[in-house]
């Protein structure tokens, strides 16, 4: 499974779009990319999957470029809410086993 | 619908003592994950199910771990006897297929005294 990394922490204001990359150099060929967000005292959440290009849902964008060695998770105009920690993974859906692999995570704070 | 739910929230029992985490998945999920973050380190995959199977328990960290799932609905994680670096939060996640996402539970913080 291919390592990530990713920023330890941001710091943002409301209203204002975030954009969180995360490198994959390793990606393999059947690899997809997903974002999980953790709040405090909760359990992850997913937020988004991607293979390449792009994919944009209610929550949030994902881009992929070509060579598909990193992502950029997209946040638009956050809020105080969004404030929490965002996991980028790297690997395929049909493995035996489908174990999530979490790195340390990008902590957003959001500030008023 | 209800989501996974976690039982208890919160456990603190002393080093040598006996401790049972309950999971109860998402209602026609077959496929039921344990993974836990300790202190300081990342959140680590333990074990996961297919339904009553155990289909890959390679995170497990020893043998004082035991996960069941009896009749293929919830699932309990036994920890006997704990030990200090045991502490931490213990998730349980579920997903209806393996091309699913998996839906996070809130987790059992245990504290190991």
């Known amino acids: 499974l291919a390592k990530t990394t990713q920023p330890i922490s941001m710091d943002s204001y409301e209203g204002q779009e975030v954009n969180i990359t995360c490198s994959h150099n390793?990606?393999?060929?059947?690899?997809?990319i997903t974002w999980y967000q953790q709040f405090p005292s909760q359990g992850p959440r997913f937020i988004i999957q991607?293979?390449?290009t792009k994919v944009t849902n209610e929550v949030a964008s994902l881009f992929i470029p070509a060579d598909r060695k990193s992502s950029t998770l997209s946040l638009p105009r956050v809020s105080l809410s969004d404030t929490a920690v965002y996991y980028c993974?790297?690997?395929?859906?049909?493995?035996?086993?489908?174990?999530?692999?979490f790195g340390t995570g990008t902590r957003l704070q959001v500030f008023p | 619908e209800a989501g996974v739910t976690q039982f208890p929230s919160h456990s603190v029992i002393e080093k040598g003592q006996t401790v049972t985490l309950r999971c109860d998945p998402i209602?026609?999920?077959?496929?039921l994950y344990w993974y836990r973050r300790v202190m300081g380190k990342e959140i680590k995959f333990l074990l996961h199910?297919?339904?009553?199977?155990?289909?890959?328990e390679s995170g497990m960290p020893n043998n004082r771990f035991l996960a069941e799932r009896t009749g293929g609905t919830y699932s309990t994680l036994k920890v006997q006897p704990a030990e200090l670096e045991d502490s931490g939060v213990y998730f349980c996640?579920?997903?209806?297929?393996?091309?699913?996402?998996?839906?996070f539970g809130p987790g059992t913080r245990l504290t190991v005294l």
């Open positions: 996640a579920s997903s209806q297929s393996r091309d699913n996402e998996q839906f």
């Open positions: 390793n990606i393999a060929t059947n690899d997809y």
């Open positions: 991607g293979y390449k």
């Open positions: 993974l790297v690997g395929a859906l049909s493995y035996n086993t489908d174990k999530l692999i």
């Open positions: 209602s026609g999920h077959d496929n």
């Open positions: 199910f297919v339904k009553e199977s155990k289909q890959d």
